[in-house]
């Protein structure tokens, strides 16, 4: 089916609004769920490296064991740890609660605060428990 | 404008109703404690060797999980990738092509990951 050319006019976009918290926080929710969903190949070849011969395994290893394979986990942490406040926030805007201005706002950098603090955290109790 | 039928089936303007929102939702709620799971055990084999990790891979109750975790988080993560789709690609053709490929990349992700998991538990 041919798509027809009419000029309509178009409502004001992105480049036109103040840049906001929640907004910013949106975005990031977007492209956290979005590196996360690659993400899950790291997941999947780990699994595999597990159920491979011990060179394979090893060879997984050494990748996250790298400082770019570090650095790499470091990320997903974060994004994941992020992804979930983010939805937390979501569960509670879903009960109707949370929507004034000075709330969304606090939600907003509560969840960028906790999704770091949780991160180094996590990372803190990796690291003392190393094997 | 509404009819009488349309209202009873309630399926409103995209023909198919509430339910995409009501699983991405429900997934939603089930990933919290399967990842907080997750990071725990993660976080327990970070340093150790293959033995050590196969041996809390093979335990009953991590195996579960991690299959439980695989299942809710793959089908989050297609439902979610598919409106990311559905916002940006607007040619029909190409959006066709984009949400098969993401039904299939998950597909793929799902089964290595749990074909794995499943030779670690019953198949070494």
């Known amino acids: ?131 | 404008m509404r009819t009488p039928l349309s209202k009873v089936r309630g399926l409103g303007a995209a023909h198919s109703g509430t339910g995409h929102f009501w699983l991405q939702r429900l997934t939603a709620v089930a990933n919290v404690p399967l990842v907080i799971a997750f990071l725990i055990i993660i976080v327990s084999l970070a340093g150790r060797g293959h033995a050590a990790v196969i041996g809390k891979l093979a335990n009953p109750l991590v195996a579960v999980i991690i299959l439980a975790g695989l299942i809710s988080i793959l089908t989050h993560m297609r439902i979610g990738m598919q409106v990311i789709i559905e916002d940006y690609v607007h040619s029909e053709g190409r959006k066709v092509v984009a949400v098969m490929a993401n039904t299939l990349f998950t597909f793929a992700v799902g089964l290595v990951a749990i074909y794995a998991l499943l030779k670690i538990n019953f198949g070494l």
């Open chain 1, 1 to 131: 089916m041919a798509e027809t050319k009419i000029q309509r006019p178009l409502s004001p976009h992105l480049s036109i609004y103040r840049l906001t918290p929640t907004m910013v926080m949106s975005i990031v929710h977007r492209i956290t769920g979005a590196a996360l969903y690659f993400g899950t190949l790291l997941l999947a070849w780990w699994l595999l490296s597990v159920a491979g011969p011990a060179g394979q395994f090893e060879f997984a290893n050494s990748f996250f064991a790298s400082w770019f394979g570090q650095f790499v986990l470091f990320g997903y942490t974060w994004a994941l740890l992020h992804h979930m406040l983010g939805g937390i926030r979501h569960f509670i805007w879903d009960t109707g609660a949370g929507f004034e201005a000075h709330e969304r706002q606090f939600l907003a950098i509560a969840t960028l605060v906790g999704s770091v603090t949780l991160t180094i955290v996590v990372w803190l109790f990796a690291y003392f428990l190393r094997g």
